[in-house]
Every structure is written in structure tokens, then in C-alpha cells.
């Protein structure tokens, strides 16, 4: 039996509106936890029904406001529902976390054209229609903040990488543009970079992937999602606030070399 909790935190989100996308597993999991923790108001999202349902019952036996909505972000119907359930519950979005995502350890022989469409289409178009209808939200409330999930797949070029490494320098770009193109409108838009993370979809890689990244990592050690959680919830808070268009690496040093 799992005796996983929510912890009492700082109230450092205390009456926002929160959305996570793909928080189910991993790092967004991580992230849902701790900004419940911290007091706001959630709207999860995932694929997997049985495992947001579990989230969700957790969040809320913690006594927090929570809305489950299961849907694929990479379908428009779907993403406008993750959105409108925020907004039906809470009345505004005042954060999102676009992490949902899928990696898959392909190179360029190996990968098929439907391949590098199905990563692009979650990781792409699925971040490019969250943070579009999130928008559109947030400016009937006074502005936001967007937290992005890139990768170091999406700033430095990797092998095996051949989908996934495109598709997060998707999201890159997209925080990027964002934010300049909302900056005077009351919306910062910011990414982490996180390295090699310690998540379920990570740990399905090959051992051999696994033990060669890890070591390309100064700090020689996978990261921890609450690690990447605590970034996250640092970009969409008010300490922040002068921030807008970074892409934080979170990444035990991978980037500096």
C-alpha cells in the first residue's frame, strides 16, 4: 500500500489556479504534489485515467481543490477541456505546466516517419495547444505564468535523440517566442531543461542508455522529479517575476560543458 502524501508547504501558490498536464508520472506528478502542497488549486491531466484518478484522490483527501481531466493534449477538443475545466472550476488559469510529453530512444536509421509525428504531435502540438487556449484564459484574468517542459535534448544535440531531441527543441522555441510576444500582457514564459530524470518513462530506457547518460553528468547521478518540481514551482511564483523566456537547465551540470 503506498503511503504517499501531501506535504504541508509555504502557501507559496496559495489561491492560484494551476493546470499540469501529463501529471500522472514523474516529474509532473512530482510537480501536481508540491504546488498542492503549496496550496493551489489543480487541474491534472493525463492519458492514463486510472493513475490521474489516484492523483487526484490523493490531492483531495489532502483537502485540496482538484479536477481530473483525462484527455490527449496533442487533440484540440481535448486541450480546450483541460483549460475549460479550470476555468469552470476555479474561474481563471492562472498557471500551466505543459509537461505531458513521450521520449523514445530512437536514432535516425531506426525511426520511422510515424514515429517522428506521434513525438511531435504530443510534444509539439500538444505544448503549442495548451499554452494557446491557457492563453486565451489568462488574458480574461489579468496575465499568468507558463512553465514548459524542454529537456537538454532540446538545447544540446544527443545521440538517440533523433525524435525526441527535435521535439524539445519545439519547446524551447515556443517559450521563447511566447514570451516575447506576451511580455506586455501580463504573461511570463519560462522552460526547465531538466537532464537525465529518475521517472518511470526514463527508467524504461535501455540500461546501457541509462549508465552512458548518467555519466555525461558532472554531478554523476540522475536528478530526482521533486528537483525539477521545486524549479518549476520557482518560475511560476512570484520570486520570479521579473523572468521570462529562460529555459533553466536542471541538469547536474550537463549543459556547463
Known amino acids: ?15 492560484r489556479a494551476v493546470i499540469v498536464t501529463g501529471a500522472s508520472n514523474g516529474i509532473g506528478r512530482a510537480t501536481a504534489l508540491l504546488f498542492a502542497a503549496e496550496g493551489a488549486d489543480l487541474v491534472v491531466n493525463d492519458v492514463d485515467a486510472g493513475r490521474l484518478e489516484q492523483l487526484r484522490a ?3 483527501g489532502a483537502g485540496i481543490r482538484v479536477r481530473a481531466v483525462v484527455g490527449d493534449v496533442s487533440k484540440v477538443d481535448d486541450a480546450r ?37 506521434h ?9 503549442f495547444l495548451t499554452c494557446k487556449y491557457a492563453v486565451e484564459a489568462m488574458l480574461q484574468s489579468g496575465g499568468g505564468a507558463i512553465v514548459c517542459l524542454s529537456s537538454i ?30 511580455a506586455t500582457r501580463g504573461i511570463r514564459v519560462n522552460a526547465v531543461a ?14 546501457e542508455y541509462v549508465s552512458n547518460i548518467k555519466a555525461m553528468h558532472p554531478m554523476a547521478r540522475l536528478g530526482r522529479p521533486e528537483e525539477v518540481a521545486e524549479a518549476i514551482l520557482f518560475l511560476a511564483s512570484d520570486a520570479a517575476s521579473f523572468i521570462t523566456g529562460v529555459v533553466l537547465p536542471v541538469d547536474g551540470g550537463y549543459l556547463a560543458q
Open 1 to 15: 500500500m503506498s503511503t504517499e502524501t501531501v506535504a504541508a508547504g509555504h502557501g507559496r501558490m496559495k489561491g
Open 119 to 127: 513525438v511531435m504531435a504530443v510534444d509539439g502540438r500538444g505544448m
Open 153 to 182: 535534448s532540446g538545447e544540446a544535440g544527443q545521440k538517440g535523440q533523433a525524435v525526441y531531441g527535435p521535439a524539445k527543441f519545439v519547446a524551447s522555441g515556443i517559450t521563447k517566442h511566447l514570451a516575447v510576444e506576451l
Open 81 to 117: 477541456a483541460i483549460v475549460a475545466g479550470a476555468v469552470e472550476d476555479f474561474g481563471r488559469v492562472d498557471v500551466l505546466v505543459a509537461n505531458a510529453g513521450i521520449i523514445p530512444e530512437l536514432d535516425l536509421l531506426t525511426a520511422t516517419a510515424e514515429d517522428f509525428d
Open 58 to 60: 490523493l490531492i483531495a
Open 194 to 207: 531538466p537532464g537525465t530524470i529518475a521517472t518511470e518513462a526514463v527508467k524504461k530506457l535501455s540500461d
